[in-house]
């Protein structure tokens, strides 16, 4: 049993006219087991949010605390913070040259269990995530992201998802660009890491559809850097039905 | 790599068709004399010279004595293959056309007191690569080399000649294939510390035939290498592969000229390097020529370099001269950049550390060029160099340690 806690996150970028706040004080506590979605218009931060936990070099914490079963996240470097459970699916993955699918996806199991995996299952398991996300066996010969279209990018953090097998996973916008097939390989994906009982999901979107297939147990309305309301996944549907005006013009 | 990139693509006859002219006058690409004193004394401010350390140079471009003698030869040649140390009198001295093009080049000609020939007769396949190690046993004097390496009409082949040990050194290679022949050609300059090497390779394509020349520079305080390509008839096929790792205090050099001067031939010239530490200096020169007669060509250069610390510099200067419209395409493209914060993070969200995701980006920065090359004794060995070249800088990671342990 884990517990993802962050308190009154704030969170700046260094922009031309100096610094800029994008999260005024996030609080949001996400236990193993609980699925939980953050919904909010573009511009909300919920991206900065994601990026901040896994610890981007771009996000300045000005203040608050972010804390994996009470110690501190935010003293981890990157690759710490991944080592000690956390994973995000990225919304626009970043392309490396040269650098085989099959290559990095073993150095990133290598890193995590501190020592290389059997070659034998290994392979295998490689194998079958990537067929379980309809990406044929030669994908793993590919450089990382070079040339992917978007919907082989998603479905390939997917793949990591399923074989890296963190304590949390944190998916920022995965459903944005997905057909209706894609969509659902993907969620299946992320049903069947939740499905383990004691794995936590902090789902990101900015659409209800991929609701349809993930069912979150609590959803959290993200606006202007903050958790604007929070509730049952009934939220989600009165945002599909009402949108976010409601809560954008509270913020303004 | 965030680094500023430079494309040429020329899509249309009208905006690259360049005056006709039979002669091409260029200061990339004078023309050549076998008579040193035809070449000045350079200063250090010609175009073909600027970016060199004259100081460096060991008087190589001036009147040094280039008598030394201090090296060994050995040899594994492929049974198919002659390979064997002639007088400069044999005829085969000068059959690639090529005229020395600067004063050291035209030096290293007149000092050269023998040649080295590797023939690979007509119609014959080698059954393994020909290695030619070249052992530099003192730099204090001053040397020239010649050699030239002949693949005959319809052979296939691959050379390489090794380059290690301590050496002032100054020579011509001359490449020439026959008629659809097939040749591969790998140097390696793996020299120590206090070498300074200048060469000019120089290749005369057959009808058909296809050369894929592979260029890899590591070792050595200065090491400069032109390396120039003709074609003595049309649908010619000319890979060009580089790679280069230069630290503190190094200077490499590549100077790579492809004179499209037939029809329908095809270069691609691909360089890749890494750079670190303080005042290590790569330069790379990339001219392609398409003459009036290159009628249908194909060429495309390319270089990237990789800036793995503060106080490297990487010079990159592709130049596209066409005379004629003429062709299927022509382009370049040049790239310097350094570690993409980005490839890093991605890397370590999933858990791995930094020194290890850096190293997977150098390798996968490199390893394109690596495969390409084609010869598996060189593949092993250029990921091997490679990897400790990077561990001097970039460091060891956990992972790499304890495999070595």
Do not use: C
């Not at chain 1, 995996?117 to 079958?128: E, I």
């Not at chain 2, 200063?43 to 280039?66: C, M, N, Q, S, V």
């Amino acid at each position: 049993m884990s517990t993802l806690e962050i308190r009154d996150l704030h969170v700046s970028v260094a922009t031309e006219d100096g610094a800029k706040e994008i999260l005024k004080g996030v609080d949001l506590t996400v236990k193993s087991g609980e699925t939980h979605a953050i919904m909010g218009p573009n511009g909300s931060g919920k991206s900065t949010l994601a990026y901040s936990i896994a610890g981007h070099p771009k996000y300045e914490i000005t203040s608050g605390s972010v804390t994996l079963d009470g110690v501190d996240v935010l003293d981890m470097t990157v690759d710490e913070r991944a080592r000690a459970g956390l994973f995000l699916a990225m919304q626009y993955p970043v392309e490396i040259p040269g650098v085989s699918v099959a290559n990095f996806l073993r150095a990133a199991k290598t890193a995590l269990d501190g020592e290389a995996p059997s070659l034998r299952t290994w392979v295998k398991d490689v194998n079958g995530a990537l067929e379980r996300m309809t990406l044929d066996k030669t994908f793993s010969q590919r450089s990382v992201n070079e040339g992917f279209s978007g919907g082989e990018k998603k479905r390939h953090e997917i793949a990591q998802l399923e074989l890296l097998n963190p304590k949390f996973a944190i998916l920022d916008e995965t459903d944005s660009g997905l057909d209706i097939d894609a969509l659902r390989i993907v969620s299946e994906g992320v049903n069947r890491f939740s499905a383990q009982g004691d794995r936590g999901v902090l789902l990101i979107t900015h659409y209800t559809r991929i609701l349809r297939y993930i069912k979150p147990d609590f959803v959290h309305v993200f606006v202007a850097g903050k958790v604007a309301d929070s509730g049952g996944a009934e939220l989600a549907e009165e945002l599909e039905a009402n949108g976010y005006d409601k809560y954008t013009k509270a913020a303004v | 790599m965030t680094a500023p990139t430079t494309t040429a693509n020329p899509t249309s006859s009208a905006s690259y068709a360049g005056p006709v002219e039979t002669r091409v006058v260029s200061h990339l690409h004078p023309e050549g004399s076998f008579d040193p004193a035809d070449h000045e004394v350079p200063k250090g401010l010609e175009e073909i010279w600027r970016f060199t350390p004259l100081k460096r140079l060991r008087d190589l471009h001036k009147d040094a004595p280039l008598d030394g003698h201090d090296y060994e030869v050995s040899i594994d040649a492929a049974p198919e293959v002659r390979a064997e140390s002639v007088g400069v009198d044999d005829p085969v001295r000068g059959s690639s056309t090529y005229k020395p093009v600067d004063r050291i080049s035209a030096r290293a000609w007149e000092a050269a007191d023998r040649l080295f020939k590797v023939t690979v007769p007509t119609e014959t396949v080698a059954s393994k690569p020909t290695w030619v190690t070249f052992r530099g046993t003192g730099a204090q004097k001053a040397g020239a080399g010649h050699v030239v390496i002949t693949a005959e009409a319809f052979s296939k082949a691959t050379v390489v000649i090794d380059y290690v040990g301590s050496a002032t050194w100054a020579e011509n290679i001359e490449i020439v294939l026959g008629d659809g022949a097939q040749l591969t050609v790998v140097a390696v300059q793996d020299w120590d510390d206090d070498t300074v090497h200048v060469s000019h390779h120089h290749a005369h394509v057959g009808r058909d035939a296809s050369l894929k020349h592979v260029l890899v520079s590591f070792g050595g305080d200065l090491v400069r290498i032109n390396a120039s390509v003709e074609y003595a008839g049309t649908g010619g096929d000319v890979d060009m592969l580089g790679l280069y790792f230069a630290d503190a205090g190094q200077h490499l050099e590549h100077r790579l000229f492809v004179d499209h001067n037939n029809p329908k031939g095809r270069s691609k010239v691909e360089y890749k390097g890494a750079l670190q530490g303080k005042d290590a200096h790569t330069v790379w020169i990339g001219d392609v020529l398409i003459r009036k007669e290159g009628v249908g060509i194909e060429t495309y250069e390319s270089n990237d370099n990789l800036v793995l610390t503060d106080g490297a510099r990487a010079d990159s200067v592709p130049n596209l001269e066409i005379e004629t419209g003429e062709i299927e395409g022509a382009g370049h493209a040049s790239t310097t950049g350094r570690f993409d914060d980005l490839h890093l993070f991605y890397l370590q969200s999933r858990g791995i550390p930094e020194v290890e995701a850096r190293r997977l980006v150098v390798h996968g920065f490199f390893n394109d060029v690596i495969r390409r090359t084609g010869v598996p004794e060189i593949q092993d060995r250029l990921l091997q160099t490679v990897e400790a070249e990077l561990a001097k800088h970039v460091g060891v990671s956990d992972a790499v340690a304890s495999r070595e342990a």
